[in-house]
């Protein structure tokens, strides 16, 4: 089992992998490098796939050899399957889509049952092994249906996730299928992090498109649980860079490249030959920079090392014709015996040689159409020599733009800019260069890919701490609740206060519909010959003596502007002057009936309310919302209060609040009494904040609250009450035999 001081890590492959030979291989790329340095001394554990049995069985041994205190978890899936999953959804529709590529996006619904398969089974393994309390970091577009599927199997346990791509513009999210599972997935986290604060906008404005959850750029609350969100631009490990650039095999290299003697300024890109790389746009700026600056024709040379990926795609296929033409006609227009305009590499190089091109390189071209972050860039910022810097030249469609700002930030679909930062590059002053160079290599020196992780999982894990006071999920059935009521209902007499609408009876489309149930009003009947019952709402004294009548209840209307004990009159506890501010308000509201049809305004004694529930939901929201706006302003003075509810604007006289009645009920009777209070509203919030401690506070439904227990649905309500009265019973007969 893996306790809760060690963590887990997830990605789509290991940190190591074994080749044919069965020499077990390093992984190499920033993720790699950020989650071993934050776990330097720790242990912890790794879970990825790995489609080759035998290998698997021998990964974690071997892994240990080199680094003791990693568990490594190969998890076996066929390659079959793992091409489904991996080729077939999550590189041929996430990737395009979320890089803006939706024209290359195929959907096709066994690929996605296959990833949604993949995600099952990694939840599975970890479920085997994972005790509650212990963090899991998942990473990456490959697993954003995975924190669903664990937190089912282990509820208990602290869930990250970082998507290391852009998340797309919400418009072009919706075109996806699948686009709720996906976002529910990632709501199931306790911590959902991006490169970019764009991205997470994006994110937040597709949970109300498509999901319709009202989220802040903060947090969202989905099925009774809140999810954060963050900005964690990732980094590279600056330092090391430095100090490796610096090495006597580097600087030999650098030597070697510069007696080659081709042209003096080198422009180096270092890609993948992927479509969103934009490599067909960085040739089609140097072709143009060409034609533009005869001057530069002789001097200025593009290196592209462009590594091979994903070769037998068509997409693939397509960009590396393209690039190949592009190339040729290139240096056909330009070239000559002793100039060659494009040196074009079709291979992976080794370290020592990409550090040493990152050192020699006069520049480094990144024209990424969508890039997450591009760490490229970063590097070729740390492998600069201060004394005589590079200039980058860098899309404004990477992630890294938002940091890099010093660089020339261009948008690489305007050729003619790439052209015109080509020939800035390669007149600037070496003053210039050196202050752009410096500014950058110290935003870097802030940054680095450890802190990155440290500051994900340092805020995943106190993210989870505040998560600790979350409500306690009851089940109706008393066996699940009565040792914890057991000592707060047994102190004196019970006294149990009720809302109305969402919770004796479901909300009704139209408010006028609602019915109280037999079965309801019999058990409230009962209930009230056990403890003083109360029901509380924000419906009118008329109302709540229409559909209460003749019951031994305590009635509230109003939200506390209004009570009467059971067969007593009606007492009013509005002590300020309503009229001040009442015509004021119902001016207002009427105007925004007449704007948004449907709406209509709801008129009591100390309440206004304007509904919304039957208008266009779109257009009734935003309207709404200025609604809200214009009375939070306009009454700031008077003695009243404003909020928003569900479909709903309220004003209400200052007395209109529930929490101000149970502190009064607290006080004049609460003595001696035990307070229960239930309620599915914002309204009953100032309810369970005003009781505390001091009673039983349950709050109906999903959403954030201040209530110390949670009923999942309205529909528990009477199952949960009938078995009050059970335990109650139970109690008294007990108390009769002693
Ligand atoms: C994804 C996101 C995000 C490349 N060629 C060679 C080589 N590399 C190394 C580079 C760099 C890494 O690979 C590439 O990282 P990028 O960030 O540029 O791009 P992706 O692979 O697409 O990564 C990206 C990243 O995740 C992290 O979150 O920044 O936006 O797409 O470290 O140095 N290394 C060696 N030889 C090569 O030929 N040795």
């Not at 949604?116 to 092994?129: G, R, S, Y």
């Amino acid at each position: 089992m893996i306790s809760k001081s060690k963590r887990i890590f997830v990605s789509n492959r290991l940190p190591f992998n074994m080749n044919s030979k069965g020499e077990l291989k390093r992984g190499s790329g920033g993720l790699v490098s950020a989650l071993m340095g934050v776990c330097q001394n720790e242990p912890f554990a790794w879970f990825g796939f790995e489609t080759d049995a035998s290998h698997a069985a021998k990964i974690p041994e071997e892994a240990r050899k080199i680094l003791p205190h990693l568990d490594c978890y190969p998890v076996v899936l066929s390659k079959d399957k793992y091409d489904k999953y991996y080729n077939g959804f999550a590189n041929d529709i996430i990737w395009p889509l979320f890089h803006y590529e939706s024209h290359l996006a195929n959907f096709n619904r066994k690929n996605w049952e296959q990833y949604k398969d993949a995600n099952k089974l990694m939840a599975q393994e970890i479920a085997k092994v994972a005790t509650p309390g212990v963090t899991v970091w998942i990473h990456d577009f490959h697993f954003m249906t995975l924190p669903e599927y664990l937190r089912e199997l282990v509820p208990d346990i602290k869930i990250g996730f970082f998507l290391h791509i852009p998340f797309p513009s919400a418009e072009l999210f919706r075109q996806l299928p699948v686009r709720e599972e996906i976002l529910r997935g990632l709501l199931s986290c306790d911590l959902v992090g991006f490169h970019e604060h764009s991205y997470l906008r994006q994110f937040v404005v597709s949970l109300k498109a498509c999901l319709g959850v009202d989220s802040s750029f903060f947090r969202a609350e989905y099925n009774g649980r809140t999810t954060h969100f963050g900005v964690y631009p990732i980094s590279i490990e600056g330092e090391e860079i430095k100090e490796k650039s610096r090495s006597e095999a580097v600087l030999q290299k650098v030597e070697n490249y510069k007696s080659s003697g081709n042209a003096p300024f080198m422009i180096l890109g270092i890609d993948r030959l992927d479509y969103t790389k934009g490599l067909e746009l960085k040739l089609k700026g140097l072709q143009a920079a060409l034609r533009k600056y005869p001057d530069l024709v002789g001097q200025v040379s593009l290196m592209q090392i462009a590594i091979p990926t994903r070769e037998k795609v068509p997409a693939y296929m397509k960009i590396k014709k393209e690039v190949d033409q592009l190339v040729g006609n290139i240096n056909g227009e330009f070239g000559s015996p002793s100039y060659t305009p494009v040196h074009y590499v079709f291979n992976s190089v080794s370290e020592t040689e990409l550090l040493a091109l990152y050192r020699h390189a006069s520049s480094v071209l990144v024209t990424s159409k969508r890039d997450g972050m591009n760490l490229v860039a970063m590097e070729y910022v740390m492998a600069q020599d201060l004394q005589d810097p590079g200039v980058l030249i860098l899309s404004e469609f990477a992630g890294a733009a938002s940091l890099l700002s010093d660089a020339l930030i261009v948008n690489p679909w305007d050729v003619d800019a790439i052209a015109d930062a080509i020939h800035q590059a390669y007149c600037m002053d070496m003053e210039e260069r050196n202050s752009r160079m410096e500014h950058l290599q110290e935003i870097l020196s802030r940054y680095s890919s450890s802190k990155w992780a440290r500051g994900f999982l340092k805020e995943l894990e106190s993210v989870h701490q505040v998560m600790r006071f979350s409500p306690k999920v009851l089940k109706p059935s008393r066996s699940t609740w009565s040792d914890e009521f057991n000592k707060q209902l047994s102190q004196g007499r019970l006294k149990i206060l009720i809302d109305y609408d969402g919770t004796i009876v479901p909300i009704a489309k139209r408010p006028e519909q609602v019915v109280l149930m037999e079965e309801t009003r019999d058990l409230l009947t009962r209930l009230s010959q056990q403890a003083d019952v109360y029901v509380i709402s924000g419906r009118t004294r008329e109302f709540l003596d229409a559909q209460l009548k003749g019951m031994n209840l305590g009635l509230i209307a109003e939200h506390g502007a209004f009570y009467r004990e059971p067969n007593g009159d009606w007492v009013s506890r509005i002590s300020t002057d309503v009229q001040s501010w009442y015509p004021h308000v119902e001016r207002i509201m009427n105007d925004y009936s007449e704007r948004v049809p449907l709406s209509f305004v709801e008129k009591k004694k100390a309440c206004l309310v304007w509904h919304f529930r039957l208008s266009p939901t779109d257009f009734a929201s935003f309207q709404s919302k200025k609604l809200d706006d214009e009375l939070q302003v306009g009454m700031a003075n008077e003695p009243v209060t404003i909020s928003m509810g569900n479909k709903i604007v309220e004003a209400k006289a200052v007395e209109c609040n529930k929490g101000n009645f149970v502190r009064w009920l607290m006080k004049e009777k609460g003595p001696n009494s035990t307070i229960v209070c239930l309620g599915d509203d914002r309204t009953d919030e100032d309810m369970f904040v005003a009781l505390g401690k001091s009673g039983i506070s349950i709050k109906v439904g999903d959403g954030a609250t201040a209530a110390r227990n949670r009923l999942k649905q309205q529909t528990d309500v009477v199952p949960f009450l009938k078995e009050l009265i059970q335990f109650v019973n139970e109690n008294a007969e007990n108390d009769l035999d002693v």
